[in-house]
């Protein structure tokens, strides 16, 4: 079982919904990360948090808001979304910057957007 | 383009069989590589990793190479088990740039014949 749990694991959302996404982990690492990943492909990054601060935008669209409450939750808060949007995404956390230590990811919440 | 790649998208091997998946990297820079194993409905799993100063590094049943002249990163899997089935990221953290940022091969897709 993976260390770092996401919730919920499956979101069916209408466009003009907003829900949220959440990402837990307590193994005390202080980066924390989005990604998003479309069917039979790699993970995509879109946020980046080091400290509880947001360190990296990978230029996501302002409907995806990402919230670091404390070095252990993560949040991803969802508005106004497409279908396009559909995806499965992933949390990840690591001890340090990702250039030193392995991400440990969640299993992810597969989203829906009708 | 992605500059992390592989050069199979699928692989097939007989239970027992050792398997090897290859990746291609094109930056020089990057200094830090991970395989990712990830099964149907699951998050990546960090399998094993390795740094730029070591050409092999050994985990259970598995080794990584990584070939510096040529760009290369291979995974081999000793005695593939079904349960070995899944896709297999290679990951890449290019020296330079964010310590936060990996870069993501296209994945190759393992299937073990019983």
């Known amino acids: 079982d993976t260390e770092v749990t996401q919730t919920p694991k499956h979101l069916v959302m209408g466009m003009t919904n907003k829900k949220s996404l959440k990402c837990e982990q307590h193994?005390?690492?202080?980066?924390m990360y989005w990604y998003k990943q479309k069917a039979k492909k790699p993970p995509e990054l879109m946020f980046v948090?080091?400290?509880?601060?947001?360190?990296i935008n990978e230029s996501v669209p302002s409907r995806f808001s990402p919230e670091c409450p404390n070095s252990s939750l993560l949040n991803l808060h969802l508005h106004a979304l497409q279908p396009e949007d559909s995806a499965l995404y992933l949390c990840?956390?690591?001890?340090?910057?990702?250039?030193?230590?392995?991400?440990?990811f969640g299993n992810g919440t597969r989203l829906t957007v009708t | 383009g992605e500059s992390v790649g592989l050069h199979l998208p699928t692989l097939s091997v007989q239970e027992g069989d050792n398997s090897i998946i290859n990746c291609a990297y094109s930056?020089?820079?990057?200094?830090?590589f991970i395989w990712y194993k990830q099964e149907s409905g699951k998050g990546p799993q960090f399998i094993i990793d390795i740094r730029s100063n070591m050409d092999k590094r050994q985990g259970q049943r598995v080794t990584v190479l990584l070939n510096k002249t040529v760009k290369h990163l291979s995974l081999q899997i000793a005695a593939t088990q079904p349960g070995d089935s899944a896709v297999y990221f290679c990951?890449?953290?290019?020296?330079?740039?964010?310590?936060?940022?990996?870069?993501f091969g296209k994945g190759t897709l393992l299937t073990v014949n019983p």
């Open positions: 193994m005390g690492h202080r980066a």
């Open positions: 948090y080091s400290y509880e601060k947001l360190s």
């Open positions: 930056n020089s820079a990057s200094d830090y």
């Open positions: 990840a956390s690591s001890q340090e910057g990702g250039g030193g230590s392995p991400l440990h």
């Open positions: 990951a890449e953290n290019r020296s330079g740039g964010s310590n936060y940022k990996l870069t």
